[in-house]
T-cell receptor
Framework: GAVVSQHPSRVICKSGTSVKIECRSL??????MFWYRQFPKQSLMLMAT?????????EQGVEKDKFLINHASLTLSTLTVTSAHPEDSSFYIC???????????????FGPGTRLTVL | QKEVEQNSGPLSVPEGAIASLNCTYS??????FFWYRQYSGKSPELIMF????GDKEDGRFTAQLNKASQYVSLLIRDSQPSDSATYLC???????????FGSGTRLLVRP
């Protein structure tokens, strides 16, 4: 159980175009999903928290107008990188929170990631 | 000051040995801790979590939490070359579902 999928796994686009990445929880409902970015040899950086049916909460320094997040259902969240530029090239990973028996036991399961290359 | 600190490594151990990975944190608030394994080019996969003081065992893995000393560790018994990866320590706070990650420790298990 607790499987999270992401699509596409890899995308190459031209500078100035927009790219949409989908994150799905396959066997559980995820009221909260998270979006991370990871540059080579660095740790994961949380970009935003996505709650089903409400606006995403962005971390400091993350442009909400550039990284559009939509969490329309309990199993799907999307991240759209608008007007992508080469500096946006990175490994984008989503995670979904599965509710545990208590808040202490909540765990996040990660999707396989999307490698974005902007030319 | 980083909230979660890990030695970047690499930590090199021979096959069959015990690998000990450590993580320290600065926030004394009540929280849970998670260990993830990340292979190069892949996303993190959950190994285990711990939120009570003491040890928690799952197969070859044992997580240890010491809240008084503010550290959490992961022991890997009978290390295998397939365990070679970066191990990420993360903490969450009871009132928030966000995870704060350390920079990770690279483990190398020599055949």
């Amino acid at each position: 159980g607790a499987v999270v999928s992401q699509h596409p796994s890899r995308v190459i686009c031209k500078s100035g175009t927009s790219v949409k990445i989908e994150c799905r929880s396959l066997d559980f409902q995820a009221t909260t999903m998270f979006w991370y970015r990871q540059f080579p040899k660095q740790s994961l950086m949380l970009m935003a928290t996505s709650n089903e049916g409400s606006k995403a909460t962005y971390e400091q320094g993350v442009e909400k107008d550039k990284f559009l997040i939509n969490h329309a259902s309990l199993t799907l969240s999307t991240l759209t990188v608008t007007s992508a530029h080469p500096e946006d090239s990175s490994f984008y990973i989503c995670s979904a929170r599965e509710s545990g028996t208590s808040v202490w036991a909540d765990t996040q399961y990660f999707g396989p990631g999307t490698r974005l290359t902007v030319l | 000051q980083k909230e979660v600190e890990q030695n970047s490594g690499p930590l090199s151990v021979p096959e069959g040995a015990i690998a000990s990975l450590n993580c320290t944190y600065s926030d004394r608030g009540s929280q849970s801790f998670f260990w993830y394994r990340q292979y190069s080019g892949k996303s993190p996969e959950l190994i285990m979590f711990i939120y009570s003081n003491g040890d928690k065992e799952d197969g070859r893995f044992t997580a240890q939490l010491n809240k008084a000393s503010q550290y959490v560790s992961l022991l890997i018994r009978d290390s295998q070359p397939s365990d070679s990866a970066t191990y990420l320590c993360a903490r969450s706070w009871g009132g928030s579902y966000k995870l704060i990650f350390g920079s990770g420790t690279r483990l190398l298990v020599r055949p």
